[in-house]
């Protein structure tokens, strides 16, 4: 299997703009995940969907950002608009259900200037 | 917020030495998982410990709980330079499958 794949794997943008993000788990997996990793903050989950559905976006940092999944292969995670202080690593994981570990994407590192 | 606290925040040995890390949380778990993060890549799962275990290993790793103290310990012996990178604890406090990830340990390993 090819793994969680995420992209961009690098983002730079100017405060204002729209940023999507874009993960792709691993086949059959049941459950994704969003973290935003910084230095500050360390690694927090943002939103987790279980069969395409949201269950808890309770870490969703503000109106800003917004995240979908359409279908079981793609899930996007979109700040509009962007600003510096949502300069992090941005991570996406999957996993099974009954399974407890989780898979991560390798980033996607998003600089707002 | 951050359930898991790790210590040392950094920890540097030399290769063949063994490394502990150590990892307190705040409220009753299920498991308890620990994590690796190479620089500048995803994290990597290691090993989960459920909260009536006492120890577990695996190849060169050993886990530790104590649920009585709120704390678990990774032991990694023998290490090598490739055993560099971040190290987190994770807990199941959010419920199942909702993890709350520690704050890492740096590991530096020397050759």
């Keep these: 299997d090819a ?7 690098h983002e730079v943008t100017e405060m204002g703009q729209e940023v999507t993000l874009r993960c792709k ?8 995940f969003w973290y935003r990793q910084t230095m500050m903050r360390g690694l927090e989950l943002l939103i987790y969907f279980n069969n395409n559905v949201p269950i808890d976006d309770s870490g969703m940092p503000e109106d800003r950002f917004s995240a979908k999944m359409p279908n079981a292969s793609f899930s996007t995670l979109k700040i509009q608009p962007s600003e510096p202080r949502d ?12 399974a407890e570990t989780q898979y991560f994407g390798p980033g996607t590192r998003l600089l707002v200037l | 917020s951050q359930q898991g606290e ?5 920890l540097s040995i030399q290769e063949g030495e063994n490394a502990t890390m150590n990892c307190s949380y705040k409220t009753s778990i299920n498991n308890l998982q620990w994590y690796r993060q190479n620089s500048g890549r995803g ?3 290691l090993i989960l410990i459920r909260s009536n275990e006492r120890e577990k290993h695996s190849g060169r790793l ?3 709980l104590d ?11 023998a290490s090598r330079a490739a055993d560099t990178a971040s ?6 406090v959010g419920g199942f499958q909702k993890l709350v990830f520690g704050t890492g340990t740096r590991l530096l390993v020397s050759p």
């Design chain 1, 3 to 9: 793994g969680v794949i995420q992209s961009p794997r």
């Design chain 1, 25 to 32: 788990p691993i086949s059959g997996h049941d459950y994704l």
């Design chain 1, 87 to 98: 300069s992090a690593v941005y991570f996406c994981a999957s996993s099974r259900w009954g």
């Design chain 2, 6 to 10: 790790e210590d040392p925040q950094a």
């Design chain 2, 43 to 45: 994290l990597v799962h």
């Design chain 2, 62 to 64: 050993r886990v530790t």
């Design chain 2, 67 to 77: 649920t009585s103290k709120k704390s678990s310990s990774l032991l990694i012996t």
């Design chain 2, 87 to 92: 190290y987190f604890c994770a807990t199941d």
